[in-house]
């Protein structure tokens, strides 16, 4: 960021959100394979800041499927949130082989910690096999199964607007159920059609792992993953007057800056495909200094946009410089009484002395003199 350490925008007001300026979006994944047999590798792709998904997996068949004769119809359990998947890919995968000791594991990994709320996966066609999901937190250790997010199993045939499926009207499926931190949905042997699960989890994960064991037959299982994005704008004012370049940062529940811009002349800015997770944080870099801000605040995308943020900042006070001090005086040493010399000079003292002496000493050869002098 430009101009020094990033500030945190201080004073947030929120606004209603009017239908005409909402900015609500759905995404399905953009998937991507390659690979052999039993060694596949592949991505995922969402907006928002949704982070970037990498998979492995011993399937001995994954491919993408364009969504163009299976789907998700918006009357769906997902779809009622996300919309139909009509004409969007998704993943389609068979175990590693046809019986119950050589499931297919696939694992995704996410480049850094994934949203808390906003994002969902599916799981479709658990019938005469059973898949097991368990996923890894930020902190290294396997989430409880519960923080997954179970949301409802379903079955995508005979809907209105869904694909054409189900001949015999089983309505088939599948059940769920946890064991620790394993999530799983058990198909009911039968192969039948549509039959399916979902998930939202409600933590940030750092990996999911699935595991598709063979049941019956020949199964086939489908994968889905969705995002949910809606967009924040606001203003940023310094001394009540717009700042125009000053940095904004759009920063996670993970402290990762998922996006980045700037405001205009007018002070405003705006970021559009956020996943609508909770306890987002505006931060700021003004290119003039201003004052240390207020906490920081945060923001939340899990109902509806954010709109009118605004950061009321003040410019920092010019310090008043500090007197120069001038050369310092130079001062002899200090001498002490003990330290002065005698003086040189005539004593008085002493010369008093010497002189009463004298007088004496005249005195005394005078006395015999003028006794004589008196006898005469």
Same mark, same amino acid.
């Given at each position: 960021?430009?101009g020094?350490?990033a500030?945190?925008?201080?004073?947030l007001?929120?606004?209603?959100?009017?239908?005409?300026?909402?900015?609500?979006?759905?995404t399905w994944?953009?998937?991507?394979?390659?690979?052999?047999?039993?060694?596949?590798t592949?991505?995922?792709s969402?907006?928002g800041?949704?982070?970037a998904?990498?998979?492995?997996?011993t399937?001995?068949?994954?491919?993408?499927?364009?969504?163009?004769?299976?789907?998700l119809?918006?009357t769906?359990?997902?779809g009622?949130i996300?919309?139909?998947?009509?004409?969007?890919?998704?993943?389609n995968?068979?175990p590693?082989?046809d019986?119950a000791?050589?499931?297919?594991?696939?694992?995704?990994t996410?480049d850094r910690p994934t949203?808390?709320a906003g994002?969902?996966f599916?799981?479709g066609?658990?019938?005469s096999d059973?898949?097991s999901?368990?996923?890894?937190?930020v902190?290294?250790a396997?989430? *409880?199964a519960?923080a997954?997010?179970?949301?409802s199993?379903?079955?995508?045939?005979?809907?209105a607007g869904?694909?054409?499926? %189900?001949?015999d009207?089983?309505?088939?499926?599948?059940?769920?159920s946890?064991n620790?931190?394993s999530a799983?949905?058990?198909?009911?042997?039968?192969?039948t059609?549509? *039959?399916?699960?979902w998930?939202s989890?409600?933590?940030?994960?750092?990996s999911?792992?699935?595991?598709?064991q063979?049941q019956?037959g020949l199964?086939?299982?489908?994968?889905?993953?969705?995002?949910?994005?809606r967009?924040? %704008?606001?203003?940023?004012?310094?001394?009540?007057?717009?700042?125009? %370049?000053a940095?904004?940062?759009i920063?996670d529940r993970?402290d990762e800056?998922?996006a980045?811009t700037?405001?205009d002349?007018?002070?405003?800015?705006?970021?559009?495909?956020?996943?609508?997770d909770?306890d987002?944080t505006?931060?700021v870099d003004?290119?003039v200094?201003?004052?240390?801000p207020?906490?920081?605040?945060?923001?939340d995308?899990?109902t509806? %946009?954010a709109?009118?943020?605004?950061s009321?900042?003040?410019a920092?006070?010019v310090?008043?410089?500090?007197?120069?001090?001038?050369?310092?005086?130079?001062?002899?040493?200090?001498?002490s009484?003990?330290d002065?010399?005698?003086?040189?000079?005539p004593?008085p003292?002493g010369m008093?002395?010497?002189g009463?002496?004298?007088?004496?000493?005249?005195?005394?050869?005078?006395?015999?003199a003028? *006794?004589k002098?008196r006898?005469?």
């Open positions: 960021m430009a020094g350490a500030l945190a925008l201080a004073a007001t929120v606004l209603p959100v009017s239908a005409a300026h909402a900015a609500e979006t759905n994944s953009e998937i991507g394979v390659s690979g052999a047999p039993r060694a596949y592949g991505t995922v969402l907006p800041g949704f982070p998904t990498t998979f492995t997996s399937a001995r068949e994954a491919t993408r499927i364009s969504g163009a004769s299976t789907w119809p918006a769906s359990d997902p009622a996300y919309g139909t998947s009509r004409n969007l890919p998704y993943l995968q068979r590693a082989s019986n000791a050589s499931p297919a594991v696939t694992t995704y996410f949203p808390a994002w969902s599916v799981f066609d658990v019938d059973r898949v999901v368990t996923g890894i937190g902190d290294g396997p989430v *409880a519960s997954l997010g179970f949301q199993a379903f079955n995508y045939c005979r809907l869904g694909p054409s499926c %189900d001949s009207n089983a309505g088939d499926l599948p059940v769920y946890e620790g931190s799983q949905l058990v198909g009911n042997v039968a192969a059609d549509g *039959a399916s699960g998930f989890p409600t933590v940030p994960l750092i999911l792992t699935v595991t598709f063979w019956a199964p086939v299982y489908q994968t889905w993953f969705v995002d949910k994005t967009s924040a %704008d606001g203003v940023v004012t310094v001394d009540d007057e717009p700042i125009a %370049d940095e904004v940062s920063v993970n800056v998922v980045q700037q405001t002349p007018a002070g405003e800015w705006s970021v559009d495909q956020l996943v609508a909770s987002y505006v931060v003004p290119p200094d201003v004052k240390l207020a906490e920081p605040v945060t923001f995308l899990t509806a %946009d709109t009118g943020i605004t009321a900042l003040a920092a006070a310090p008043t410089p500090s007197p120069t001090p001038g050369p310092e005086e130079t001062t002899g040493p200090t001498v009484a003990a002065t010399l005698p003086e040189t000079g004593n003292t008093l002395v010497i009463a002496g004298a007088l004496v000493l005249g005195l005394l050869v005078l006395s015999p003028v *006794a002098r006898r005469r």
